[in-house]
């Protein structure tokens, strides 16, 4: 990883968008809401700027679709999965094609089991910058939430919030 990347940079051509299992089963949370919200500003904003987007769903039989109110059809990628990590041989492979990509912006739940998993993945390989936006993960609890923004940011995860991501990827307010 780069200086750079240590710092916090991101850059619309260097970047990708990971969304981990945002699926109907979650909608009990009392923030889900808040957290929809929010990720669909990111979403929003990565469409906008064509930043490449990777969609994943846990086990969809048991936990349901993408939910709706979520605008993926630009996504590159949607997959099923029953591991807990987004990084299946396939998204390896997608990823190993895509040179240019060096920072992975990640949101979704479990925040303490899914997205951490698949930051250490990301981390381990030792090529990408792994951004979290705090108010784009969410756990079904705030305990298991609040510890894995801890492990996250130890781990080296760059913690952010959507509205600071979207700034970095803009980089100037006429764009």
């Known amino acids: 990883m780069t200086r750079v990347q240590r710092l916090g940079y991101l850059s619309a051509q260097n970047s990708m968008f990971f969304l981990c299992d945002v699926q109907e089963k979650f909608r009990f949370i009392d923030s889900f809401p808040f957290f929809i919200k929010n990720v669909s500003k990111l979403l929003l904003a990565g469409k906008t700027l064509n930043v490449p987007l990777i969609v994943s769903e846990q086990n969809p039989s048991k936990l349901g679709k993408t939910v709706s109110e979520l605008n993926i059809d630009h996504a590159m990628e949607k997959f099923s999965k029953t591991q807990f990590s987004m990084i299946t041989p396939e ?85």
């Open 91 to 175: 998204i390896k492979n997608i990823l190993d094609k895509l040179d240019n990509v060096d920072s992975i912006i990640l949101m979704g739940l479990e925040s303490h089991i899914c997205v951490e998993q698949t930051a250490m993945d990301l981390l381990s390989d030792g090529k990408y910058s792994v951004h979290i936006a705090t108010d784009c993960i969410l756990s079904r609890s705030t305990g298991d939430l609040l510890m894995a923004l801890s492990r996250l940011q130890n781990m080296g995860c760059i913690i952010s919030t959507s509205e600071n991501i979207i700034f970095k990827l803009l980089k100037d307010k006429n764009i």
